[in-house]
């Protein structure tokens, strides 16, 4: 096979990939698990008044015991929000609501919505009906009074900033009932140059019995608007990016569901009591989406049942995950604590690990994965060695060009050959005209002959293209690389080539390949596809990342100079 068929194969696959992926986008729909197909009956509390939870499914010995409520949905919002306290530090301006402490906006100062533009921060958190996400958290018991996420708390400031020579802050909620005595006192740290949130839930009991309850922390939404953009997926990574609930657990690793599956797939449905199987201790549970998420952080060792389920409120179908923790009891006169982390903001795989484990896979590479997490290493590496991520890409190219180096050197030298061989093969096409079987089996011959393999060519062009739909993935995924600039023109290499430069010189490669390749058995209809190949690469590149088509560029024109030097240097031998 010549290496112009090899391309031809490589432009059928990477084509079959990307229609694949837009059929997935566009027309896949959830398979039934087998489960019942079920919306979750909302929880059952009123502010301050007493949760009633389900019966406590016992002890077991790999869950706490545990009294839950009867399912994950949040009740139906009752009433107006509280009074709202702004708080502000070098990475996250964030508004918490005294209803229920909740989270209601986080806006990443570090991250504008479009290049350059900082007065337009990322807003992650947003309580606006459009693009409602919340991070909620709250108390239930089933013996007395609890403050669940509708509960009021009151506030001893408006507003908290992060300033000058402290490196962090706390914000104290505050809840009490007088009846039973029991009093809340829920506290949001805040930390220079950080997104995690520290919380605190500090329970003390003046009362004259003893309270016992359980602390649940939950990711409210609705799915984010993501503008159509016109074009393939692959134009709009908004579109190709997972959105939904994520959990990790150290036995099953990293899960996900999307919103579409959420009544067909169950993590624990409202109607299983034992809650074993949805317990575990070193988790997390998420809301991702595109280069940002938040997720729920239980304490390190604490053992917490995991549910998902939708709500419904104010005419929105609403999304959640929660966590439930073990069960707390408070003595009278005494206290306890409840902890957590809470985390919003970009998918910084650097550090993510180092917060909890597996909290670097939200940014999800597919299948590619155990190629793609290799390579945003490595682009780490280069990157804070040139510091320019498109030299990191130029400078990735030809790490792999040279690890490739020996395979790539036989391929050209088995098409060298083959391109020597062209009038001979001339030749027999004339001999035997028509006749295929007899001209087939007289190149054969000749290639035994001459020790030539024809199917030389094919495997070291596909090699690179797991590494080029993984590049494509972490060019996807990759926070660091959003609105990255390279040089001159291109100021975002995660957005395509403005001014189609790219692509052009792409093309320009490839015509270039095509005139230093054998034509060696090319049928005329064949021969017509590679001629128009450099157009449509261009036109289809046109529309991908400029950082990936960088990478294919780049790796193109250092292919064609390998493949020249090689071609000339078996040629001066066959002439000597």
């Given at each position: ?64 015991k545990v009294d839950t ?220 989406q595109h280069y940002f ?107 792999i060009k040279a690890v ?173």
């Amino acid at each position: 096979m010549t290496n112009a068929r090899s391309i031809l194969v490589l432009a059928l696959l990477m084509l079959g990939y990307l229609l694949w992926t837009q059929w997935q986008q566009d027309y896949a729909r959830p398979h039934p698990s087998g489960t019942e197909t079920t919306t979750a009956t909302p929880v059952t509390t009123s502010g301050s008044a007493s949760a009633t939870p389900a019966a406590a499914p016992g002890d077991t010995p790999t869950a706490p015991k545990v009294d839950t409520p009867a399912a994950v949905s949040a009740p139906t919002d009752s009433g107006a929000a509280g009074k709202s306290i702004t708080v502000r530090t070098d990475v996250l301006e964030v508004a918490i609501d005294t209803r229920g402490g909740s989270l209601v906006r986080a806006d990443l100062l570090a991250y504008p919505q479009q290049p350059k533009d900082f007065e337009h921060p990322v807003r992650l958190l947003d309580d606006s009906a459009a693009h409602f996400f919340v991070a909620q958290s709250g108390l239930v018991s089933a013996q007395g009074a609890a403050p669940d996420h509708q509960a009021t708390f009151t506030a001893e400031r408006d507003s908290y900033a992060l300033v000058e020579g402290k490196d962090q802050i706390e914000v104290p909620l505050t809840w009490i009932d007088a009846a039973s005595g029991l009093t809340v006192r829920k506290v949001y740290v805040f930390k220079r140059g950080s997104y995690v949130i520290d919380t605190r839930d500090e329970i003390g009991n003046a009362g004259s019995t003893a309270w016992t309850g359980n602390a649940y922390r939950q990711l409210q939404r609705v799915p984010p608007v993501i503008p159509s953009g016109g074009g393939f997926a692959f134009n709009n990574p908004e579109r190709f990016s997972f959105v939904g609930a994520a959990w990790y657990s150290p036995t099953d690793k990293f899960q996900k569901i999307k919103f579409d599956k959420y009544t067909t797939d169950k993590l624990c449905a409202s109607s299983d009591h034992d809650l074993a199987r949805c317990t575990w201790a070193d988790g997390w549970a998420a809301m991702i989406q595109h280069y940002f998420f938040a997720a729920w952080i239980p304490p390190a060792g604490e053992k917490e049942a995991y549910q998902y389920a939708t709500t419904s409120a104010n005419g929105q179908t609403r999304y959640l995950i929660r966590t439930l923790g073990p069960t707390l009891s408070v003595a009278p006169g005494a206290s306890t604590t409840s902890n957590a982390r809470l985390y919003v903001g970009p998918k910084l795989q650097s550090t993510l690990d180092q917060i909890a484990p597996g909290l670097a896979l939200t940014a999800d590479y597919g299948i590619f994965t155990f190629i793609a997490e290799p390579l945003h290493w490595v682009l780490a590496k280069l990157y804070a060695l040139t510091g320019n991520w498109g030299l990191a890409i130029i400078l990735l190219v030809l790490l792999i060009k040279a690890v490739f180096f020996k395979l790539s050197e036989a391929q050209y030298r088995s098409m060298a050959k083959m391109k020597k061989l062209q009038p001979r093969v001339e030749a027999l096409k004339e001999r035997y005209g028509d006749d295929r079987q007899k001209l087939n089996q007289a190149m054969l011959e000749l290639y035994q002959k001459e020790k030539i393999n024809p199917l030389g060519g094919c495997l070291p062009v596909l090699i690179p293209l797991p590494v080029f739909f993984a590049l494509y993935w972490v060019l996807l995924e990759s926070v660091e690389l959003r609105h990255a600039p390279f040089i001159g023109w291109i100021q975002n290499l995660t957005a395509p080539d403005p001014y189609f430069v790219l692509p052009v010189l792409n093309g320009l490669a490839m015509i270039a390949t095509q005139w230093l390749n054998p034509t060696t058995g090319m049928d005329p209809v064949q021969a017509k596809m590679m001629k128009a190949m450099p157009l449509m690469f261009a036109v289809m590149f046109a529309f991908f990342p400029a950082g990936l088509v960088l990478y294919w560029t780049v790796n193109g024109y250092a292919s064609l100079i390998q493949q020249w030097i090689i071609t000339r240097r078996i040629e001066a031998g066959a002439k000597a």
